[in-house]
Each structure stands twice: as structure tokens, then as C-alpha cells.
């Protein structure tokens, strides 16, 4: 709980930084972040690969590793539809395009936003980034109270990179691999999906 209180202090000063402009301008202008989270994957990298148990806990899932994108594309879509009975703003077809962007917030928001208009979008975005911010928050609670594959669900597509750090630590350096395998998948499906909902059903 002490490392989700620590992610999130930085992550509001951050914001209060930017928001009153307490940093020089070279900063704001340049996306450091991607290059920090380069460097975090590849320390991350090097600690699943000298992990030898990574390997056995993907040599004993075998075909059942496919199990954990897919009850993460059921999981959300199916609590997706059942906000959206619940929202008076939002259809359930809608809600469920916002759910298929799984934490992928940069890429679903512009597929939303092309194919159904800004406004949804812009839901799209920040309930991604919720999700993200969520997971990076709560992964802790998550894995006690419901296993070590809930941070990877939770993550969605950000299993792969920018949650990946915080799943490994609580989880265990062993699930890193299922976590990328998960992400990945799930960053594939998320413009096909989104299309698919949105202008097919």
C-alpha cells in the first residue's frame, strides 16, 4: 500500500507541475516518460530473464495461457454492458467500445473518435487512463484479494509496459511473461475490436 501511496504522490506532483508550469520548458516539450519506461521494460526484462521460474510457469499453462487475454476481453466487455444499463449518457453498445480500448488509452480514443466523434473519445481516454492508474494503484489489494493473474486482468493491455513493473513486483517475477503475452494480444485485438463494435453490431 506504501508503493501505491509513493506512485501516486509522484504522480500528482507531476500533474501540479505541469499544470502551473514549474518546469522548464525543454521538459514539457520533450515526451521524457517513453524513454523512462524503455529503461524501466529493459531492467524489468533482465529480471524475468534471469528468473528461472518464469519459463516453468509458461511450460505448465501451456494452451491455458490463451485463457488469460480472452477471460480479460470477456471480463470487460461483459462489465462494459452492464454499466451501460446503468448510464444514461451511453448506450450499452457504446460503453462496450470505451471497455474494448483495455487501458490502451492512446490508440482506442482515436479509433473511437474517427468512427463515432469526439465525445466519446474523450471518455474513451480517460477511462483508459483510469484503468491504468487503477492498476498501478491497486495491483497490491488486487493480487491478496484475488490471485496473482488480477493484476494482469486489471492491467488489460498495459500488462505489457507501463503496469508490467508493479505486476511483477507483487505477483512475482514468474507471471512477467504471461503479462506481456496477455498485453500483447490484447494491443492486437484493440482496433478490430473497437471497429467491430462499433460499426458492425
Not at 162 to 177: A, C, D, H, Q
Request: proline residues 2%; aromatic residues 10%.
Amino acid at each position: 500500500m506504501i508503493n501505491s501511496l509513493i506512485i501516486l504522490a509522484f504522480f500528482s506532483i507531476g500533474v501540479l507541475a505541469g499544470v502551473f508550469n514549474l518546469l522548464p520548458g525543454f521538459i514539457v516539450k520533450n515526451d521524457y516518460s517513453m524513454y523512462a519506461l524503455y529503461a524501466l521494460m529493459f531492467l524489468v526484462g533482465i529480471s524475468i530473464g534471469a528468473d528461472r521460474n518464469s519459463w516453468k510457469v509458461i511450460k505448465q499453462m501451456n494452451v491455458k495461457i490463451l485463457l488469460v487475454p480472452l477471460g480479460v476481453v470477456v471480463g470487460t466487455l461483459g462489465g462494459a454492458a452492464l454499466a451501460g444499463l446503468f448510464l444514461s449518457d451511453l448506450n450499452i453498445k457504446e460503453s462496450m467500445a470505451v471497455g474494448a480500448g483495455f487501458g490502451y488509452y492512446s490508440l482506442s480514443s482515436i479509433f473511437i473518435t474517427q468512427i463515432h466523434g469526439e465525445t466519446l473519445g474523450v471518455i474513451a481516454l480517460l477511462s483508459n487512463i483510469l484503468r491504468e492508474i487503477f492498476t498501478l494503484l491497486a495491483t497490491p489489494l488486487l493480487v491478496v484479494y484475488f490471485g496473482e493473474l488480477a493484476g494482469i486482468a486489471s492491467g488489460g493491455a498495459t500488462s505489457m509496459d507501463t503496469t508490467m513493473p508493479v505486476i511483477v513486483k507483487y505477483s512475482g517475477k514468474e507471471w512477467g511473461v504471461i503479462a506481456i503475452f496477455s498485453g500483447v494480444v490484447l494491443t492486437i485485438i484493440v482496433p478490430f475490436l473497437v471497429s467491430f463494435i462499433l460499426e458492425v453490431l
